[in-house]
Every structure is written in structure tokens, then in C-alpha cells.
């Protein structure tokens, strides 16, 4: 008779503890194990799966009688061994009692482990129960999962390769371009051409002007451009005035904004109505500027309530520039498509590896995006070479490739990034799309500058993000800070070259979410993603998900507890909980549940029974234009 044991292991318990409890289970079992299986189920009434077995899915079977051979009257008994292909649960460990110890083996279902996961799991039992025996004391968490040589091979996964050199600063890998090739293009829109030299030289100029009025080292300039040339000299004009940008999105709303601006301190705003390309003076040298200034802050959603500004230092974009620029190939001869608002990081993927390469910047035209038959359209009128876009829009690209159009043949290489990759769509590109074009998964928190990880999706039709890029590194961590093993889901750490500095005025949180690294030199930190992932056995990781609240639509970070906060400060509100729900077609969409405040009578809904209460129904407030 099968017996379900239900145990409760606990992080800080010692092993010694943890089988003192296992055993008064099993005996509080045995007690009881003439009760049918059948007759368990019926009593707990358990909703029948025929997927899996109910209650439980792993089994312990310990054989313990007898097993040697056995002559009677002249015949010889030996056992005889017996092999099953079936198993009837997700995983069964078959143990032996015999002369030298315990025998056994695993069987498994195929619809749910491979042979090489069970061969790791069989491995990773035996590193445990070794660690028990020899420290029963020690704490759960603190027992071993991984032998020398796993540990060894994580550790080298986890480390990128070493970082191409690079200036201290992107403005300085600029410049150098626009010596050596000032009449070649550098930024095109529609109606107009600036070449490098006229980038340089405007940018110098607004340069200028920015530190007559106080910029400096450590000073933040906000910038509320629309996608224009005037923003791509801004930029880099922020940047020589060794001032530190901040992205205002002009679509905000003004509460947002107002928060950010007071919230950062900036001591500038340029807008589109205060900002003069004209000629001022030239740019005198600034010998105090180095890699550790901020160059940019860049918002995200916050948990609490209210955004928190990540503060990315010039070493950090200047790194992952030049990282981006030996994977990308770029040349003079590509023109990059400039498709994200700078409120994003994902800019900086498109304008800094662009023009420190000599390659031309191509402004999206507002409605490029209208419809995927334009943007095709669009792509090949400006003629793109290189495309970053956001996974969700191209998974509506991929879907309407050939009804809407090809994707046209001076595309050369396709960039995604900011949500999981669909495996499915990956599928689909290889068959529609040729070969010949690369196309590169990404995946990379603010925090950590743009990018993390990459991985090349050109050839196969899984879509990992794949491992450190050059510079950085990326940890499988469990909650306790230990590496775990291949197949084990774990929150992802990364760190190295392209991690933040941490948040604007928060220390508090930066303390939380960036953390020593136990595995690299000494003063080395690791940001906590809260992602969760990962490793395969090819050494790629794979995204799973979250291990908090926060979500990723259409691309954008969205830290749903921002948006219960903002819905319950309405004052019919008295709480909120927002999840990421499919919508009518399947596409994810944010679904808002809320609680209303009841005032001076019992307010009831068409929910309730409304023949059994006399009290009013009122209309709910508009909560939709509340939170716009």
C-alpha cells in the first residue's frame, strides 16, 4: 500500500533535525497504513489529473528483506533482476539492502525528465547525502549539492569573457570617429542629413552653454526631446559638458515627470522649445572628467509606488559600447535604426555602438510602426541594416512575415530584447526569414547597462538568453546565496563591468538589490534581478520568470505594485491587486481587481445578490482616467 508522507524541511534546520522529523512522520504513517489509497482519496476528495498521480509524485521504495541466494533440496534460488520500462510517477527511487550498502536506481517519466537530468539528479543525491553523513549538524541550505567539477564548470559559465579596451568615455570614442571621417553621415531623418563633423561640432557648442550654466561632473541635465537630430546632439552634449542625463519622456504624464524632476535634483531641462543648435564657442578640455561620473540616470517602475532613478556610470556605457560594437560587427557601411525612446536603455544599444563605429543613425519616423506592412516598407525605403526591436513587436513581425510582407534584404542583423523570446516565433523566423541574417536574443536589467547576456539565435529553434557577454558576469543563486545546479531554477545575479552604481538618493535599496559578490574580487558587487532562471546543459541560461511582482509588457518594466499604489490613493478605493491576464486574442494584458470603499451605507454591486440587500448601487469611479 502506497504511503504519502508529507515533510516540512526548513532552511536553518540541521540534517540531525530534519530526520528526527522524518521519522516521527513515518511512524505517525505506519500507524496508519492499513487505510486504502483509494479510500484516502475519496475522504480528501481530490480533484482526479489524469496527467499526474494525486497526492504524490515521487516515490521512495526500500527493499529490505533478504536477497541472498538460497539452496533447497539441490536447487539454487537466486534473485532474479527485473526491469520495467514503465514508471507510474514523475521519479521513483528504488533502494536495496545488500552487503556492501545500498543498491538502487531511478525510474522516471520520459514526459517530464530526460535521461540526463536524472543522471545529474542521481549525482547532485549522492553529493548530499555524502555532505549529511559527514556533518549532520549543518544546516540544510548549508549541505552540498554540487561536486568540485560542477562547481568548476558553473564558475566558468557564469564568467564572460574578458572586455574588448575601450576609451573611459563614449563622447571621446565619438570624437574619434568624427576625425576620422567627419563628412561621412552620422544621423539621417526624414528632410535631413547631420554628418559627423556637424554632430561634433554642435554638440560642442551646446556643450559649451551647458557648463556656463553650471554643468559639470555629477550634475543631471533633463532631456525633454521628442525623437529629433536636436535629441542625438543633446545627448552627446550632456555627456562632453561631463554632466549626467536624464530621459523625460514629453508623453508622460506631468505628476510623473514633476516627481522625477524633483525627486533627481537636475539642475537643467532642455526641451524642444529652449534648445539652439547654433554655434557658440568652441569646447574647452575638461581634465576632471573621468570613468566613475554618472552619464545617465534612467527611471524605472518602483514597487513602492513611486519610480527609482538607476545611476549608470560612464565605464559602464563606455564597456558595454564597445561589447555591443565586436558583437554587432559594425561597420561604416550599416545604418542602425533608431526605434527606442530614450527613456529606455535599449537607446543606448542603438546610438553609442552606431556612431563610435563610423556607422550611420537612422531616426524611426513616427509612424514607422503603424502597422508591420509599413515598417517592412519603411526598413527598406531608409535602407536599415540593423534592427533592435523589442521581443513583443517582433513577435508580431515574425507572425505576419510573408502576408504583409519580407523582411527586406538589406537587414543584416535583428536585436531583441525586454521579454522572454516565444520559441515558437524563433520556429517561424528560421523558416521565413534566410539564414544569413543574425539574429541575437538579449537580455539585461537597467541595473546591470543595457545588456547582460546573448545569445545568438541564427541556428536553432530554442530561445535562451544565453551567457555573459565580455565584461560580465551572471549567477544561479538560491535564496541563501549558493550556487545551484544545472536545471534548478534560481533568481539570477549579475555583475562586472557594466553593473550601476545603484540608485539615485535610495541607499536603502541599493544595499537591498546590490550585493557583494562572494565570488569575485574583493569590493565586487552583484545585482539582484529577481528574475527567475536557469542553466542548461549547454551552459546557456533560460529565462522562467519572476520571483516577485514585477512584470514585462510590450517591453516595458512594470513594477506592478506601482499601479496598486496609484489605485488605492483614489479615495473609493480601499485596496487593489493588478496581474498580467491573457486578453481576448491570447496577448497579455494588465487586469486590475479592486476593493471599494464603503461610505456612510453598505455600497453593493450587480455582483452581489441585489434582491436580498435594499442598499444603492453606485457607478464605480473611472479608474481607467484616474490613472492616466
Known amino acids: 500500500n502506497s504511503l504519502v508522507l508529507r515533510l516540512r524541511p526548513a532552511g536553518e534546520a540541521s540534517f540531525h533535525g530534519f530526520l528526527e522529523q522524518a521519522r516521527d512522520v513515518t511512524l505517525g504513517a505506519f500507524a496508519n497504513q492499513d487505510v486504502p489509497f483509494e479510500r484516502l482519496l475519496e475522504e480528501l ?46 521519479l521513483s527511487l528504488w533502494l536495496t539492502e545488500a552487503p556492501s550498502g545500498l543498491d538502487g536506481y531511478f525510474s522516471y517519466g520520459v514526459h517530464v525528465f530526460d535521461r540526463a537530468t536524472v543522471v545529474r539528479l542521481g549525482a547532485g543525491f549522492e553529493v548530499l547525502l555524502r555532505g549529511a553523513v559527514e556533518d549532520p549538524g549543518l544546516p540544510l541550505r548549508d549541505l552540498p549539492l554540487l561536486n568540485r567539477d560542477e562547481r568548476r564548470q558553473l564558475l566558468a559559465w557564469s564568467a564572460g569573457p574578458p572586455a574588448p579596451p575601450a576609451p573611459q568615455r563614449v563622447e571621446a570614442m565619438f570624437a574619434e570617429r568624427a576625425r576620422i571621417s567627419p563628412g561621412a553621415p552620422a544621423v539621417e531623418w526624414d528632410g535631413g542629413r547631420l554628418t559627423y563633423a556637424d554632430l561634433d561640432r554642435r554638440s560642442d557648442a551646446l556643450a559649451a552653454r551647458l557648463r556656463d550654466l553650471g554643468v559639470g561632473p555629477e550634475v543631471l541635465v533633463g532631456l525633454s526631446l ?21 530621459p523625460l519622456d514629453p508623453a508622460y504624464p506631468e505628476a510623473r515627470t514633476a516627481f522625477m524632476i524633483e525627486d533627481s535634483g537636475v539642475a537643467v531641462v532642455l526641451s524642444s522649445e529652449s534648445l539652439s543648435l547654433a554655434s557658440l564657442k568652441s569646447l574647452p578640455s575638461l581634465s576632471s572628467l573621468d570613468s566613475t561620473h554618472p552619464a545617465d540616470v534612467i527611471y524605472t517602475s518602483g514597487s513602492t509606488g513611486q519610480p527609482k532613478g538607476v545611476v549608470v556610470e560612464h565605464r559602464s556605457l563606455a564597456a558595454y559600447t564597445a561589447s555591443a560594437m565586436e558583437a554587432f560587427a559594425l561597420t561604416p557601411a550599416d545604418r542602425v535604426l533608431q526605434f ?5 536603455d535599449t537607446s543606448g544599444e542603438e546610438i553609442y555602438p552606431a556612431l563610435a563605429s563610423g556607422a550611420t543613425l537612422v531616426l524611426r519616423p513616427e509612424d514607422m510602426a503603424q502597422s508591420i506592412a509599413h515598417f517592412l516598407r519603411e526598413v527598406e525605403r531608409l535602407r536599415v541594416t540593423v534592427l533592435d526591436l523589442p521581443t513583443a513587436f517582433w513577435h508580431e513581425l515574425v507572425a505576419c512575415l510573408g502576408t504583409e510582407g519580407d523582411l527586406p534584404a538589406c537587414v543584416r542583423l535583428v536585436i531583441l530584447g525586454g521579454e522572454k523570446a516565444l520559441p515558437e516565433r524563433v520556429a517561424l523566423w528560421r523558416r521565413r526569414v534566410s539564414g544569413s541574417v543574425r539574429l541575437l536574443n538579449t537580455y539585461g536589467p537597467t541595473e546591470a547597462t543595457i545588456v547582460s547576456t546573448r545569445r545568438d539565435l541564427t541556428d536553432g529553434d530554442e530561445a535562451p538568453i ?43 535599496i541599493t544595499a537591498e538589490r546590490f550585493v557583494p559578490d562572494p565570488f569575485g574580487p574583493p569590493g565586487a558587487r552583484l545585482y539582484k534581478t529577481g528574475d527567475l532562471t536557469r542553466w542548461l546543459p549547454s551552459g546557456d541560461l533560460e529565462f522562467l520568470g519572476r520571483v516577485d511582482q514585477q512584470v514585462k509588457l510590450r517591453g516595458f518594466r512594470v513594477e506592478l505594485g506601482e499601479i496598486e499604489a496609484a489605485l488605492r490613493s483614489h479615495p473609493a478605493v480601499r485596496d487593489a491587486v493588478v496581474a498580467l491576464k491573457p486578453g481576448p486574442g491570447g496577448d497579455p494584458r494588465l487586469v486590475a481587481f479592486t476593493v471599494r470603499e464603503v461610505v456612510g451605507c453598505a455600497v453593493r454591486t450587480k ?20 490613472l492616466r
Request: with cysteine; charged share 20%.
Open 340 to 344: 527606442a525612446s530614450i527613456s529606455f
Open 226 to 246: 521628442e525623437r529629433s537630430p536636436e535629441m542625438v546632439v543633446a545627448l552627446f552634449a550632456v555627456l562632453k559638458a561631463g554632466g549626467a542625463y536624464l
Open 466 to 508: 544565453g551567457r555573459p557577454i565580455p565584461g560580465a558576469c551572471a549567477h544561479v543563486l538560491d535564496r541563501w546565496g549558493a550556487p545551484v545546479p544545472v536545471g534548478v531554477p534560481g533568481e539570477l545575479h549579475v555583475g562586472g563591468a557594466g553593473l550601476a552604481r545603484g540608485y539615485l538618493r535610495r541607499p536603502d
Open 607 to 626: 455582483a452581489v445578490d441585489e434582491g436580498a440587500h435594499s442598499a444603492p448601487y453606485t457607478a464605480p469611479p473611472d479608474l481607467r482616467a484616474f
Open 45 to 90: 476528495r481530490v480533484e482526479r489529473d489524469f496527467s499526474r498521480t494525486p497526492l504524490f509524485q515521487v516515490m521512495l521504495v526500500l527493499q529490505n528483506f533478504p536477497d541472498a541466494a538460497v539452496e533447497v533440496s539441490g536447487v539454487r534460488l537466486e534473485p532474479l533482476a527485473m526491469t520495467d520500462d514503465h514508471s507510474d510517477f514523475d
